[in-house]
């Protein structure tokens, strides 16, 4: 388990194509602002179903895409 568990979840039952969250958005859902463990533990969320297409550090937001199903 780890501490972004909290945001896969919210994500996952989004239910949303895509779906962009501020690094403040992200610190709220999860209870502890944005740091650089967000970058080892974002593969987590394929589990999930969903991935991090993007991070954009000037726009300060992350960028969510669900998986296709086939």
Do not use: C, N
């Not at 463990?37 to 297409?53: N, P």
């Amino acid at each position: 388990m780890s501490k972004y568990d909290t945001l896969w979840r919210y994500i996952h039952e989004s239910g949303k194509t895509q779906l962009v969250l501020t690094f403040d958005e992200i610190g709220q859902i999860v209870g502890v602002p944005l740091d650089h463990s967000f970058l080892k533990h974002k593969k987590e969320l394929s589990d999930y179903g969903y991935a991090v297409v993007k991070i954009s550090m000037k726009a300060q937001t992350v960028h969510f895409t669900k998986h296709q199903e086939d």
